[in-house]
């Protein structure tokens, strides 16, 4: 089997030695020769502190792989047969800014949801279709595995500006897959889930153990046990399962349960501890940790940091198309009529078979009225957004926002708006002329 | 010409004068013999007072009319080519407890909008698929021409639910061509719409006068000149325009400027003096003014109450079918693909040219996003809501509630529907199973 | 009123005179200034002949209309409003090498359908697209009136390939018009059809005198009365009829009856007597009539010619475009999901409603399959004749040819098209490369 | 495990010694403890030479199945978890008819596609939706696996017209990914095929060896290599591969080159040899070897009879059932929009995921038109002859083989079902009324 050069673009990211555990656990079936960690300027103290661990990890399993760390990202790219973008443009303070500035404003402040998901992907997409130039001219067959949030928003601006091979991914099915392993105490291959949607707002509108449908039970069951760490969870009341008949994520408390999410966030806000708080002071945490030089295993307070299994959902599409099992994962492709009730060209968040060669998604049968409304809403808004982040266009960016469904009016989506830009000027410059 | 019977369902309704004087001004050309009122024994003053009323307007006009009024809904449909819908199940009292219960909830009380919408659809539409049935074995070939309100939602509950050949109408589209026509001082004629839409949701994406397309200067004009009376004006700002590049409609207030209205009508429901309050009051004095024995014609006061030009909008509609005019008049008829985004089976607010024996919607060109997210996730509401109404299935309900974009969670969707089960129950038999 | 310039592009054609007299009528409502009449060299004694008559007949209508004869193009289409294009590249000679390479390789040869009226297409289309790049310049508000046939092939290309305003327009709806009219003795007017299709093959779904449908008294009774002069009649069956529950048009007996038209051909051709020899022979004569320097009107023979009521339908829909009327008249336009089971992007030929700035199709309903399926090979089939018109791909052709019903393998399409090429070097430069 | 009792409808037929051996091979992964074979009384001799060469060939296998041969539908299907259809009604001697009249006749005559399919399919549907009618009642859990020709319409058919779970299966899929392994020396699991199409008319548009795309390969190279035994090689040119940019199957050549598959069954009418006559000599050598007490293994000469690996499409799709392996197979299934140009509810013939409770069709990309064409109109052929087949309405059943591009008009079409409706009376009671 060759061997194969992997990029991972956001290196320098806490999550990655989740990616360096995962790569050593398949090391004999993969043949991995080189993980390039590449990061920018900004971030070559935190890239340094993730190299050291990551030499420390490999070395400890006597796992042939090299561990490249670097600030040129064409040099990672170049030759890699996967490239792992994982970046958070502005870094966790611009991400403190999309909440504040959204909470202050009455409304909901979340990384990938309504206006915090928003601010982020207009600055993500540039510096994205970025990284595909590159890889367009020094990696033309590598597949880009995108991870950076919003994914699905992202994704989509990849497919629709860009000729690279893209898929998005997410540890939302990974984890649905675990939680229902774990209740009904089987292995995770004896699971099938039906998934409709669009990312971080996927349904499960069908569910086999064995072969068993299991939707049933879990309608009228307990309700508070598929959530992930990183969003708050309220749980969800029987009779709104039963009468939704399909399984929300956890992202849908945005949607169905607004005010209670709000409230929580206003009394974060008025602490100084919303998400981005809580996450800053845990990846402080985690770097003192990681520095131990001592340390070469991935430590467990990783695992607090929120997304679960995302290592595992990326081996395992790595694992998929470098093998080519022709395994189903979900994942974050272009709908092509998958979902008929949706545009051909948008990402959509489906099962799909994959291929070496080729990600192909299952066709999903017609969606019922109550996630049909609101996944072909927040789609519209993901169109717009894209449109938004390439263009550079300001009514195209304050119709994004008015569109959403949290936010409540014009009004409030330009003050929004103006008061992003304002600090997040340096990553918007289309915006600016 | 063969001589017409039109029969009005809510004959008693303050409305009727404005048709009664419509009907006398085309009667030379549409030699109408029987106009037949009908109401409920509740609405047996009102309609007696609407009766002599129009007896005498018909008398002062020499038109050979005659005037019946009655309470048997049968007897008045019986051979009718025409009959009009204007019911209001619950009469005001029940209005102003969809304003007053969803205000207090926090979410915005509208009669035709949102959770006000929602309720007085459920107490109507099985009072309308009675009506269809009496219309089905007594008038087979009559049209139904459906006035009654939220007049896209009831239209598709009878397109759904009945083969009796139904046309929904509102004062929206006929507002437009108005405004327009006095804005550039031209006929009505020379007024060109292309609208995109449902019922109290349409845009205008072109405008033509005399040929020559008017959108661009509308969308940076002024902005506050085409509301109609019965809605709250705040104006649009040209910002919002030019981004949306398209016109909305009155209606779109309660969603593209949620926050500014709700917060005016909480001052509203703190004064006791929402829109039925004022509606209550108007009614009050019309009906005192109607009284006057003296009155032969359709008083001033009536433009006060709204729904300016409903009755010019259903002469024209009565004119085309009667005189197979082939006209185009914008009106709520079964989508069959028109819009291409929307399901082939739901309601639709487009222009339609207008024969005797058919109605049919002209084709509308691809919807922008900003359009298409609202237009489809208010639209899939409408479709539960329907569903709701026939099944009576709480559930259906409580999803359609909880998909509108005014209601901001399930546990408020449920908590808005238990109020008004309460006080509805009488009109909801379906639901108390 | 403004006056009117119109262009007729390949005025020599001996359906001029119609045309004229068609304007000489309307002259008091449509205030024409000008026709210019435009034809190439090779054409200009027929041109200086029609010219002529036409000169004479304004005379002696007393009407003020200027006719200019020219082989300048450009100066004809400078500043027209109306652009009306009837050429036959290649001239009737081609024709009649298409009808006899098809019909000698054992395939039915026509002017419009099948491999003749591909071949037509292939030679047309380049010529028209150069025209439409003169109407860009240097008259970009004209509307394009395209009676060139195959008149469905040659609008798609430019609905295509070009922004020009362009309708495309056929005599076959106006004669199904006339025919019931005339069985029904009413005026045009009080007949309403519902037509589904595309050029030269259209289906009528539903046809209302005065408001009644009368569908089920044709398909039921005698069959043979609605045929355009200038295609064969065979009449159709009752049962054929009434099990495709839709009344076909003429050209529809090359599909439904392919062995009887073609041994009729066959015959045509040992007899060297087909359609071209026909017209050529009607066309000699005619013009031997126009010389006649005492000839001022349309002369009786020009019927026998076929077209007829071509020149009412032109005149009409410059009419209504003229003035406005938003009648409704049936066209071939941009399909834009109107008939929903076939690309947005087509050419159809439906009822339209005509405004001076916009035609817009209506919606048709849901297609049986009977008529479906055949509408859909068809189409195909033009879509490929476009794609091989404009880029000169040999593959495509043939896959064009081969697709098409009435071309019974590859085999053959590949040696009709290699034939042909080989006539039509001249016309087919694309091709050469 | 669980397990299996396995009913073959049709158990006489001269294939199930494929099948026996298919079910003996994997006897140690699926553990079938009970095949049921059934027939009609016609067919007891061949069923009963039948039964006892598969207990001779289960008994040197030591394999622990029983075989049971009945005439009784009911019994057999009771508790049957698989339940294989692969009957003939009419036996061979029908389809002799469905041949002769058809070339007398002048057009294709063949066992699935054209007026042969055609009048198969009507005698098949009605027994088959008898069969389903037991299934439903005896064994409403169990899998249809419909084996019986026409495949996609007698499927559709069943999804139509009854909820039992069907899928139609073909060997026509499984001789590609034979040919290509064979061809490129690989695996089976190393060829992938992206297939679009309908039973007996599948294209290959993409092809892929271990991840590489192998498609420009084949459209250039030779071309005779990928046909099935029983039907007529007549192989394709390189020019006709090229520009159709896909891989027709064998069926094609029925459409593609018509002329010449006419001219050899002409050939082969007129001396009394047709595509029956040989099979029938087949059949009777085949019976005759199988007698031979001392025979307990497939016999060598059954290869012949064509139909290769239809065993092995039949175990593979058992065994992915079963055991839920979650595998790609190419098989015949509602479209549920998979492939957008056609109808929802239509069988489709493309790769799915077999899961153990459901199977998923992989979402299509968009048809070139050379494709779609085709595939459109015999699609609605095959709509038109279901509905034929379950109405018994003649209109339909003329219709449909109008339809048909291989019936050149409405009289040939009345002409042939007349004469096959009168050797088929005994088989279509519904017709008869």
Redesign the interface.
């Known amino acids: 089997m060759e061997s194969l050069k992997i990029a991972v673009i956001g290196g320098g990211s806490s999550y990655t030695p989740e990616l360096i555990e995962g790569i050593i656990n398949v090391q004999d079936i993969l043949n991995v020769s080189e993980i390039w960690l590449v990061d920018i300027p900004e971030g070559q103290e935190k890239l340094s502190v993730i190299e050291n661990l990551s030499k420390r990890m490999v070395e400890k399993a006597k796992c042939p792989v090299k561990i490249i760390a670097t600030l040129d990202r064409r040099d990672a790219i170049k030759g890699a047969k996967f490239i792992v973008t994982q970046i958070r443009v502005g870094q966790l303070k611009m991400r403190r800014n999309d909440e504040y500035i959204s909470i202050k404003n ?1 409304v909901i402040g979340q990384e990938t949801t309504g206006s915090g998901g928003f601010m982020k992907a207009l600055r993500t997409i540039p510096v994205m279709l970025d990284i595909c130039r590159d890889i367009k001219e020094l990696a033309p067959d590598a597949w880009l595995l995108n991870f950076t949030n919003p994914a699905g928003i992202i994704t989509e601006a990849v497919l629709k500006h860009s000729d690279v091979k893209v898929v998005g991914l997410c540890n939302n099915p990974i984890n649905f897959y675990k939680k229902f392993a774990r209740t009904y105490n089987v292995d995770m291959k ?1 699971v ?1 889930i ?1 998934f409709t949607g669009i990312n971080h707002l996927i349904w499960i509108t069908d569910l ?1 153990v ?4 299991k939707i049933e039970d879990i309608l009228k069951g307990k309700s508070d046990s598929y959530e992930a760490k990183n969003i708050p969870s309220f749980g969800w ?1 029987s ?2 399962l ?3 008949r399909a399984i929300p994520c956890g992202y849908h408390k945005y949607y ?5 999410v709000l409230k929580e966030q206003l009394k974060q806000y008025r602490g100084n501890e919303t998400r981005a708080d809580q996450v800053q002071k845990v990846e402080k945490e985690l770097f003192e940790i990681y520095k131990n030089p001592n340390l070469n295993e991935k430590p467990e307070a990783l695992e607090q940091r929120g997304g679960a299994y995302y290592s595992e959902a990326a081996i395992n599409i790595i694992k998929s198309i470098h093998l ?1 099992t ?3 994962h979900t994942l974050n492709v272009r709908n ?3 979902i ?2 949706l545009p ?1 060209d948008v990402s959509i968040e489906v ?1 799909c ?1 994959v ?4 990600i ?4 999903v ?2 969606t019922a ?2 996630i ?3 996944m ?6 993901e ?2 957004t894209v ?1 938004a982040a390439v263009t550079g266009n ?3 960016a ?3 926002l ?2 959403h ?1 949290l936010i ?5 989506a ?1 003050k929004i708006f103006d008061e992003m830009l304002e600090v997040n000027e340096q990553y918007l410059p289309l915006f600016n002329c």
Chains 1, 2, 3, 4 share one sequence.
């Open positions: 009455g004896d099938s039906n086999y064995k072969g068993r449908s009341e009779e709104f039963q009468s939704l169905y349960q607004t005010n209670q080519d022709k395994e189903i092509n009529g998958a008929s009730c051909n099962n078979v291929e070496s060669h080729q192909t998604p299952l066709q049968k017609e009225p109550q049909r409304g609101l072909q809403v927040v789609k519209a808004y169109e717009l449109e300001r009514g195209t304050l119709q994004a008015t569109l469904p409540p009016s014009f009004d409030r330009k």
